[in-house]
């Protein structure tokens, strides 16, 4: 990208539409598809986190959109700022896989090729049955992150326009 | 400090879940114990009363990281049991797809899992903001590997495009062209990543290891072969069971291969390597002697020059192979079910992966048998762990557990594959 161009805008909906709540983030990715302002794109990424340093390359701001586990209650919206804070431990996923999330976003952060804004927002699932559908609060909670997601990137156009 | 205990609960930077106990007595190792605790995942009885269609599918997913040696030792063992021979571009393209997860999963072992080990810290993140050129190297590695396997497999992870007989749909030469672009720069960054691994400090430590691989006429090993020992050993695929056996052992999930006659024994790289190194190009081999890698390397904390060496050469065989393809007439060849036993053979990255499946009449698996190479290597990484402890006895108990830990880590366990993970505990007492 020319330093000339508009900073883009990428969000990434992170997870398995087959297995419950996890299907969260493809969830709010398909409500936004056809919403978000031109220039803003949209992805779902599923299986190796690693890759999602190639998905923001370019993007100077990235909002990430991810179930975890059950902490407090199911559809409870966690709103967290990555480019400053890693993610808090109780967030972090266990995997014995591969790269998660937690991870990879520290491992951007050692290479210095993190979004200089890395927004995620973070639902809490209840359950992660395969071939499950999502659950009734997480549904609720799409239409949550989906509109946050909006109102977030309308703000951050009009702070640039009126910086322009 | 005669008699102590070291425990790791929970062993990092492996595939699965594993723990490692150690009883030191008297200022002696007495007891290794690799115990593996997960659970096991009952593929063998999952397969049977499945269709033989059903098994790639099914197989390539016990592992996200080698589903493709799962897929093609699955593929080559229903093959032998229906006499199913494939055409040359089909059997070319089996080979690139095997480049592309030795490309992945190695270079992902290499400088992600095992590298902070020689350098001191605690994990691959820590290691990037000193090291952040070899991470980036293995990143677009391991991205070139994936390029390959998707655009074979269909997906990176659990590939869907492999069937018996064949593949779904195979590539245009086209299609192949850019990841031939992308193989030409992996190829530098994994000659770049070998230079660079040369210069670790390796702790100085020998095992009379056996080594067990595939061994064929003209080929390094991937897709097929004879099974060949350093001990002398030169057998068929289908004898694979008369000469070794699985036990199980009470502290762990997975079971122990060995050999009837040979007991514990190697797979994996190091074995590849010394069974095969006159099958590896000059050029290989002219950058193996640039780096003082020994043609029979038994220092298993150097194994990770021998999974570099396999990188390189992974990406000059696809190359080759890209170079030379035609796409073949028909993309698969129609596979008519009967009765049978088939048997197969493949070179995983971590080792022999062996297939047996017995099949009824209309082509119903009755049963499968599946030895994956993690569950061929704990008896050798055990006594690796004893050996290392032993000479490594007057270290603090951290540092040596970091030692074990390492000597683990030399030999890439999937412990998922074989349980079919990693808590180390050292007792001294």
């Given at each position: 990208?020319?330093?000339?161009?508009?900073?883009?805008?990428?969000?990434?909906?992170?997870?398995?539409?087959?297995?419950?709540?996890?299907?969260?983030?493809?969830?709010?990715?398909?409500?936004?598809?056809?919403?978000?302002?031109?220039?803003?794109?949209?992805?779902?990424?599923?299986?190796?986190?690693?890759?999602?340093?190639?998905?923001?390359?370019?993007?100077?701001?990235?909002?990430?959109?991810?179930?975890?586990?059950?902490?407090?209650?199911?559809?409870?919206?966690?709103?967290?700022?990555?480019?400053?804070?890693?993610?808090?431990?109780?967030?972090?996923?266990?995997?014995?896989?591969?790269?998660?999330?937690?991870?990879?976003?520290?491992?951007?952060?050692?290479?210095?090729?993190?979004?200089?804004?890395?927004?995620?927002?973070?639902?809490?699932?209840?359950?992660?049955?395969?071939?499950?559908?999502?659950?009734?609060?997480?549904?609720?909670?799409?239409?949550?992150?989906?509109?946050?997601?909006?109102?977030?990137?309308?703000?951050?156009?009009?702070?640039?326009?009126?910086?322009? | 400090?005669?008699?102590?205990?070291?425990?790791?609960?929970?062993?990092?930077?492996?595939?699965?879940?594993?723990?490692?106990?150690?009883?030191?007595?008297?200022?002696?190792?007495?007891?290794?114990?690799?115990?593996?605790?997960?659970?096991?995942?009952?593929?063998?009885?999952?397969?049977?009363?499945?269709?033989?269609?059903?098994?790639?599918?099914?197989?390539?997913?016990?592992?996200?990281?080698?589903?493709?040696?799962?897929?093609?030792?699955?593929v080559h063992a229903i093959e032998d049991a229906l006499g199913i021979t494939v055409d040359a571009p089909i059997r070319a393209l089996r080979r690139l797809f095997y480049c592309g997860e030795w490309i992945q999963s190695?270079?992902?072992?290499?400088?992600?899992?095992?590298?902070?080990?020689?350098?001191?810290?605690?994990?691959?993140?820590?290691?990037?903001?000193?090291?952040?050129?070899?991470?980036?190297?293995?990143?677009?590695?391991?991205?070139?590997?994936?390029?390959?396997?998707?655009?074979?497999?269909?997906?990176?992870?659990?590939?869907?495009?492999?069937?018996?007989?064949?593949?779904?749909?195979?590539?245009?030469?086209?299609?192949?062209?850019?990841?031939?672009?992308?193989?030409?720069?992996?190829?530098?960054?994994?000659?770049?990543?070998?230079?660079?691994?040369?210069?670790?400090?390796?702790?100085?430590?020998?095992?009379?290891?056996?080594?067990?691989?595939?061994?064929?006429?003209?080929?390094?090993?991937?897709?097929?072969?004879?099974?060949?020992?350093?001990?002398?050993?030169?057998?068929?695929?289908?004898?694979?069971?008369?000469?070794?056996?699985?036990?199980?052992?009470?502290?762990?999930?997975?079971?122990?291969?060995?050999?009837?006659?040979?007991?514990?024994?190697?797979?994996?790289p190091m074995a590849r390597y010394a069974l095969n190194r006159d099958h590896l190009p000059v050029d290989i081999r002219a950058l193996a002697d640039e780096v003082g890698l020994e043609p029979v390397c038994r220092n298993p904390f150097r194994s990770i020059l021998v999974r570099t060496l396999e990188v390189v050469y992974a990406c000059?065989?696809?190359?080759?192979?890209?170079?030379?393809?035609?796409?073949?007439?028909?993309?698969?060849?129609?596979?008519?079910?009967?009765?049978?036993?088939?048997?197969?053979?493949?070179?995983?990255?971590?080792?022999?992966?062996?297939?047996?499946?017995?099949?009824?009449?209309?082509?119903?698996?009755?049963?499968?048998?599946?030895?994956?190479?993690?569950?061929?290597?704990?008896?050798?990484?055990?006594?690796?762990?004893?050996?290392?402890?032993?000479?490594?006895?007057?270290?603090?108990?951290?540092?040596?557990?970091?030692?074990?830990?390492?000597?683990?880590?030399?030999?890439?366990?999937?412990?998922?594959?074989?349980?079919?993970?990693?808590?180390?505990?050292?007792?001294?007492?």
């Amino acid at each position: 990208m020319n330093s000339g161009d508009p900073p883009s805008v990428l969000v990434i909906g992170i997870g398995n539409p087959d297995r419950g709540d996890d299907g969260v983030g493809p969830a709010v990715v398909g409500r936004l598809r056809n919403r978000v302002p031109t220039g803003v794109s949209v992805l779902e990424r599923g299986g190796d986190a690693l890759a999602l340093l190639d998905n923001w390359e370019g993007f100077s701001t990235v909002i990430l959109v991810d179930a975890v586990a059950p902490i407090s209650e199911p559809g409870r919206v966690h709103r967290l700022d990555l480019a400053q804070n890693p993610l808090p431990l109780n967030f972090a996923p266990c995997s014995t896989h591969a790269f998660g999330l937690a991870e990879t976003v520290e491992l951007a952060r050692s290479l210095r090729k993190l979004p200089s804004s890395l927004g995620a927002y973070l639902v809490e699932g209840e359950q992660f049955e395969t071939g499950a559908q999502l659950s009734p609060a997480i549904g609720k909670a799409v239409d949550e992150v989906a509109e946050r997601i909006l109102a977030e990137i309308a703000a951050l156009l009009e702070a640039r326009r009126d910086h322009a | 400090m005669a008699n102590r205990t070291i425990r790791v609960d929970y062993i990092a930077r492996v595939e699965g879940e594993s723990s490692l106990e150690l009883h030191v007595r008297n200022g002696t190792v007495d007891a290794v114990q690799l115990s593996i605790f997960e659970p096991p995942r009952f593929f063998e009885a999952l397969l049977r009363g499945r269709g033989f269609g059903e098994v790639l599918d099914i197989v390539a997913r016990i592992c996200g990281i080698c589903p493709i040696a799962y897929q093609m030792s699955g593929v080559h063992a229903i093959e032998d049991a229906l006499g199913i021979t494939v055409d040359a571009p089909i059997r070319a393209l089996r080979r690139l797809f095997y480049c592309g997860e030795w490309i992945q999963s190695h270079s992902l072992h290499i400088v992600m899992l095992h590298a902070p080990d020689f350098l001191g810290y605690p994990d691959a993140i820590a290691m990037a903001r000193d090291h952040g050129e070899a991470v980036e190297r293995a990143l677009a590695l391991k991205k070139t590997g994936n390029e390959l396997i998707r655009l074979l497999g269909g997906r990176e992870i659990h590939p869907i495009n492999a069937r018996i007989g064949g593949f779904y749909r195979v590539p245009s030469r086209a299609e192949l062209a850019p990841v031939a672009e992308a193989l030409k720069h992996a190829r530098g960054q994994a000659i770049d990543t070998l230079r660079w691994a040369a210069g670790f400090p390796f702790p100085e430590f020998m095992r009379d290891y056996k080594f067990v691989a595939l061994r064929h006429p003209d080929e390094y090993p991937m897709n097929e072969g004879r099974i060949v020992s350093s001990a002398g050993l030169d057998i068929a695929v289908a004898d694979y069971e008369t000469e070794f056996i699985e036990r199980q052992v009470p502290h762990s999930t997975a079971l122990h291969s060995v050999m009837k006659r040979q007991g514990a024994y190697l797979v994996g790289p190091m074995a590849r390597y010394a069974l095969n190194r006159d099958h590896l190009p000059v050029d290989i081999r002219a950058l193996a002697d640039e780096v003082g890698l020994e043609p029979v390397c038994r220092n298993p904390f150097r194994s990770i020059l021998v999974r570099t060496l396999e990188v390189v050469y992974a990406c000059d065989e696809a190359l080759r192979l890209i170079a030379a393809y035609e796409p073949p007439a028909r993309p698969f060849v129609s596979p008519e079910p009967h009765a049978g036993v088939g048997y197969a053979c493949s070179e995983a990255p971590r080792g022999i992966l062996y297939h047996r499946y017995n099949l009824d009449r209309d082509g119903t698996i009755l049963d499968a048998r599946l030895v994956p190479p993690t569950s061929q290597n704990q008896g050798v990484i055990e006594e690796d762990v004893r050996e290392v402890a032993n000479a490594a006895l007057d270290l603090a108990d951290d540092a040596l557990q970091a030692r074990c830990e390492q000597s683990i880590r030399n030999h890439d366990p999937c412990i998922s594959c074989a349980a079919h993970f990693l808590k180390l505990q050292v007792h001294r007492t």
